[in-house]
């Protein structure tokens, strides 16, 4: 794991350089530069939309009682496009914008959640209902739903306890030392 994170972080940059070097070749610096603020723009506008869509969705999995394990893979899968595509150079802008595709960002969602649900047990705990699995279930496709859904058109309901305070003449009486740094003089 490691050696990976330093070939991410010194191997990615040194490609990038070399890409931008040969592609600045061809069609020279300024429209290199040029397709590089192009694709970053193009990138933001798509992933703003796209992610405003995955946050509805989540929101409406939440409301019917499911987890939004879809949702949430949009989100994490939308915010790495977001890294790639605002990383200056083509190599990164390439695969942010594959993460903008749906179908790519759920295969690899869903390889990522068999190879973590084979690997060892999963223990989850969610709505108070608790579940553990094995490499042979997935833990997300069980979830009760939940006891009690929101009733639609109905303000929020706080629950609370009133305390009386304990009226006494003390209480009404200023008192003796009212030399508080916190009041003014």
Known sequence: MPLLILLLFIGLPIAEIAVL??????IELGPTIGLIILTAVIGVYLLRRQGLSSMMRAQNSLEEGRLPVDSISDAVGLLLAGAFLLTPGLITDSLGFALLIPAVRHGIASHLFKKAANARNIHVDMF???TQTGPERNPFDDFPPRQNPPRPHSGPVIEGEIIEPKSSSKA???PKNDKSP???S
């Open 21 to 26: 070097i040969k592609v600045a070749d061809v």
């Open 182 to 184: 916190w009041k003014p």
């Open 172 to 174: 009404d009486e200023k």
């Open 128 to 130: 108070g209902s608790s």
